[in-house]
């Protein structure tokens, strides 16, 4: 059992280690996520948002975004005094796609955010998740002012077999961003041969 208990970022008693690769479309919380459960100074790399990406990157959702993730966000959090994930976070805009396939080299599994005022903008990057071959579970993103559905209708929008973890978290809280990569982890785990990395 893990826990949301925070730890010390790196315990001496910790014997294993996990990748979890966070991925979504643009503006789904990737990098909130990412820097609400690091232990550690995120690091994020950023770029403002520059006139360039008029009519290319869609600010309606998101209109005081400045600054897009143009390679990659990591972070790293201990969930229990045994166990260190280290947390990658994808760039969400199409163009940067050529670089998921590195970022979820060697990872245990991947965490797909979906934004329900954007759900037909899930479906790309869950095929890039299948097709990646990374086991994967799927968080809604609470948004304040977004419409709130129940997760089978949310499951049955986005297509998801029945085994595929479905979940929901608040990008901006620690706790709640964290109860779902453990709810993911525990998930996988009790139906896949996941190998934690020592």
Request: net charge negative; glycine share 6%; proline share 5%.
């Amino acid at each position: 059992m893990v826990s949301a208990h925070r730890y010390d970022p790196a315990p001496t008693t910790a014997t294993r280690s996990a990748k979890i690769v966070v991925a979504g479309s643009f503006g789904v919380g990737k990098t909130t996520l990412v820097g609400s459960v690091s232990q550690v100074e995120p690091l994020r790399m950023d770029e403002p948002i520059t006139e360039a990406s008029t009519g290319v990157d869609d600010l309606r959702r998101t209109p005081a975004k400045t600054t897009t993730t143009v390679a990659m966000d990591f972070g790293r959090v201990a969930i229990n005094e045994d166990l260190v994930v280290y947390v990658f976070g994808t760039p969400g805009q199409t163009r940067w796609r050529w670089l998921w396939k590195s970022l979820a080299e060697g990872a245990l599994c991947a965490l797909v955010l979906v934004d329900t005022r954007s759900l037909d903008e899930s479906h790309e990057v869950l095929d890039l998740v299948e097709d990646l071959g990374v086991p994967y579970g799927v968080a809604v993103n609470t948004f304040d002012g977004a419409s709130r559905y129940p997760t089978d209708e949310v499951r049955q929008a986005l297509a998801l077999a029945e085994d595929v973890l479905l979940t929901v978290c608040d990008a901006r809280e620690r706790v709640s961003s964290l109860n779902a990569l453990i709810d993911l982890i525990e998930h996988l785990t009790a139906s896949h041969p996941l190998e934690l990395q020592p």
